[in-house]
Every structure is written in C-alpha cells, then in structure tokens.
C-alpha cells in the first residue's frame, strides 16, 4: 500500500514539474542560448524566430525561423517550425548530441547533429540529415541564389563532417532526388528556356573542397541524360568552377549528344559535340 503511495505521489511531482516548466518556461534565456550556439559557430549566420517553447519529448519548439546571412541580407531561409531536442544517451556519456525536426517549404527535415567535444558546440561537428516532399518553387532563397526558377519536390539524404566555419574543408556525401522538375536556363538552348523532367537522381560527394559529382541521370519527356564531373569550390559559392560532362538525349532531335559544363555556378558556358 505505502508503495503505491509513493508511486502516486512520485507520478504526482514529475506531472507538476512538467506542468510549472511549460508555464514558467524562460524563452528568454532559451532564445538568447540558441542564438549564442549559431554565432559562436558561424557569426555570419543571423537567426530569428517569432517564438520558443518547450515541447515532448523534452526539448524547444521554435516558431516561424529565419536563418540568413550578414553579408547577403537577401538570402533568407524559411521554416515554420524548427523543434531540437538533445539526444539522452549522448548526454549520459558525455557528449553533446541535438536532434532537429522541421516543417519547411511543405516537406520535413531531420537531422542529428553530433558535436565531438564534450558539451560543447566549438569543434568538429558530424551532421545526417534527411529530407521529403520539400517544394523547391516556394524556396525563394533559392532562386536568389541561383539567379533563377527552380522547381520540383524534393527528397533524399545528406552526412556532413567537419567544422561550422570551414564548411567547404569537409568531407561528406548526398543523395537527392528531384521529382516533377523545371530549372530555368539563363540562355535558350535547342529552343528550349528551362529544362523540364520528371524525375532526376544524383549522387554527390564533398572532399578537398570538392564537390564530385558521381552521377546524375534525367529522365522526362524533352530529354533524358546522364552526367558528372567535379564543382571546385570557391569561398563565394556561387563563383565555384565547374567541370561537369555528360551525354544527352534531346527527344524532339532524335539524337544523342555529347556535352561539357564549364565555367561557373552563376555563370555556366555549356558546349556540345
């Protein structure tokens, strides 16, 4: 009997702890936390959030996110929730381990972030994400970046490791695929102002400041193809130099063609063969 008590009341003070954290909850100090992590790893990152809550399983609820960047204040990422939570086990041994949950451009990503100093940010980090159903044409981030409309849903997965502030000195890897697509050319190419598919598939490692593309295949109705070759990073993405060839097969042309990508991200020079 007296057990029973015990248990009650033991059910009793976790219920009224849980309930005094959720109305006292400091979103204050939690918001101000955040912000100090993203900064220490990364001071170009701005980030802003409408609101921080506490949520089940033990952990904060943000509201309408905002991740930008200081020198490009035009370039601004959208999520209207972003939940992180700690990884238990991680924390019972000593390190510092936060899992990510959010609801972004009509899809969700998850992510575990795992941070090799023991509770702390600073340092190597390994990251694994993965992605679904992200609509690509309400990511308006993404054609300011890119200098024009990309569309399709999303999905697939992505492994990081290395540092905050030196991204581009990692290593990793991605699988994405891009369903119902549509990619604006800056130039018309065989008549054709974007480039529309159904289904396109790649395979990417990061290495050396390197992005080796392994392959990528098209399919759809215009044209189907098949690619790769390397991205040489650059600090500036955008002036990234490419090396990228492939073959293509043009639908309403009847033939295959053999093709290269030079030049860079922001400015592409295709040649064909």
């Keep these: 009997m007296k057990t029973k008590k015990w248990i009650t009341y033991t059910i009793y003070g976790i219920l009224i702890t849980v309930i005094f954290l ?36 033990p952990g904060i609820k943000l509201g309408n996110v905002e991740i930008g960047f200081r020198d490009r204040p035009d370039l601004v990422f959208r999520t209207d929730t972003l939940k992180i939570r700690p990884a238990i086990a991680s924390l019972l041994s000593g390190k510092l381990s936060l899992l990510l949950n959010a609801d972004v451009y009509g899809g969700n990503m998850r ?53 905050w502030n030196r991204i581009t000195s990692g290593t990793g890897s991605a699988r994405f695929a891009l369903l119902e697509g549509s990619v604006q050319l800056l130039r018309d190419i065989f008549s054709l102002g974007e480039l529309d598919f159904d289904k396109m598939e790649a395979d990417i490692t990061l290495k050396n400041r390197t992005l080796k593309i392994t392959s990528l295949e098209m399919t759809g109705k215009q044209l189907n193809g098949s690619f790769s070759g390397n991205i040489f990073l650059n600090k500036n993405i955008m002036r990234s130099r490419l090396a990228i060839k492939g073959n293509m097969k043009i639908h309403a042309m009847n ?19």
């Excluded at 033939?255 to 064909?272: C, E, H, M, Q, Y």
């Design 22 to 57: 959720y109305v006292r909850f400091p979103s204050d100090n939690a918001a101000n936390y955040i912000r100090s992590i993203v900064v220490a790893g990364n001071p170009n990152v701005v980030l802003s959030f409408d609101s921080a809550s506490p949520s089940l399983p």
């Design 111 to 163: 992510a575990d972030i795992n941070f090799a100093n023991r509770f702390s940010t600073e340092g190597p980090v390994r990251i694994n994400t993965g992605f679904s159903g992200i609509n690509l044409g309400k990511c308006s981030c993404l054609k300011t970046a890119t200098g024009r409309r990309i569309d399709g849903i999303l999905s697939g997965s992505l492994s990081y490791n290395g540092r």
């Design 255 to 273: 033939g295959d063609i053999s093709t290269s990508l030079k030049g860079t991200i922001a400015n592409p020079v295709p040649r064909f063969m």
